[in-house]
């Protein structure tokens, strides 16, 4: 499997590996998303890595090892082997949020930078989706599926259309990483229940105000189609 690296601009970054689900065996459109926007975003180079490509054995094997600090993915390893590897999808956000230059896209008010993370959480309330779409199917598929429109989006649904309001943003007319995390989950509701969001017109227009986004678009684009939901789910190379 060859690996995937993008490199912009290499001056003023850390080297960055970021470690998920992405081998030619088995991919996953989820944890490792948000991480991916906002790079794409930032215009940050790192290397899009697997198990196999980055530690050279599979993901059974790297944690019995000990090679992933919770045993999960993804990981973000920064600098190199002698650097940090950072777990945790929140703290990966959080960093690589920090390292964007486009102002508030990284807020420096403790305040805005404490609502940014509340919007961020609250996306994190929606993991359920990510299975729902890249594993569940069959009669697993349908239960789920209808547990998590039923019981878990809503309530979120509406606190976050409350929070948007009119807004451009979630923080306001400057994008967020916040922005990011919600767009991720939304839109794997969105490949579920195509009209989903019928009713929430502020929804949609903001999705579209993120699609358009710089390095976002381009990313969108080019990255692997959920396909088989449900049924067999996998990921799909564009052609």
Same mark, same amino acid.
């Given at each position: ?8 601009s290499?001056?003023?970054?850390p080297?960055?590996d970021?470690?998920? &689900? ?5 991919? /996953?459109?989820a ?6 926007? !906002?790079?794409?975003?930032g215009?940050?180079p790192y ?5 196999? %490509? &980055? &530690? ?10 000990g090679k992933? *600090? ?6 973000l390893?920064?600098g ?21 230059k486009? *102002? ?16 961020? @959480?609250?996306?994190?309330?929606? +993991? ?7 594993m ?7 239960q789920?599926?209808?547990d998590?429109?039923?019981n %878990?989006?809503?309530s979120t649904?509406?606190?976050?259309t409350k929070?948007?309001s009119?807004?451009? &943003? ?9 922005d990011?995390? /919600? ?9 579920? @229940? *195509? %009209?989903v969001?019928?009713?929430f017109?502020? !929804?949609? $227009? +903001? ?12 990313y ?7 396909v088989?939901?449900?049924?067999n *789910? $996998?990921?799909?190379p564009r052609?």
């Amino acid at each position: 499997h060859k690996q995937e690296i993008y490199t912009l601009s290499m001056s003023s970054y850390p080297s960055l590996d970021l470690v998920y &689900f992405s081998g030619p065996s088995f991919s /996953v459109r989820a944890r490792g998303e948000t991480a991916r926007m !906002i790079m794409e975003f930032g215009g940050i180079p790192y290397t899009d890595q697997d198990c196999e %490509t &980055f &530690f050279g054995m599979n993901f059974g094997e790297a944690m019995k090892n000990g090679k992933l *600090p919770f045993g999960q993915l993804p990981v973000l390893q920064i600098g190199g082997a002698e650097g940090r590897m950072i777990a945790q999808s929140g703290s990966i956000h959080r960093y690589l949020a920090a390292l964007v230059k486009t *102002p508030g896209f990284f807020p420096q008010d403790l305040a805005e930078l404490a609502y940014c993370d509340m919007i961020q @959480e609250a996306a994190q309330d929606m +993991w359920k989706i990510q299975p729902i779409v890249n594993m569940f199917s069959d009669e697993k598929f349908q239960q789920e599926k209808e547990d998590f429109f039923k019981n %878990t989006l809503p309530s979120t649904l509406q606190a976050l259309t409350k929070l948007l309001s009119t807004h451009l &943003f979630f923080n306001g007319s400057k994008v967020a990483y916040c922005d990011f995390a /919600v767009y991720h989950h939304f839109d794997l509701c969105r490949l579920v @229940e *195509p %009209t989903v969001f019928a009713d929430f017109p502020t !929804i949609k $227009k +903001w999705m579209s105000r993120v699609e358009e986004l710089p390095g976002v678009r381009n990313y969108l684009a080019r990255r692997p189609e959920c396909v088989g939901i449900g049924v067999n *789910p $996998k990921q799909q190379p564009r052609a």
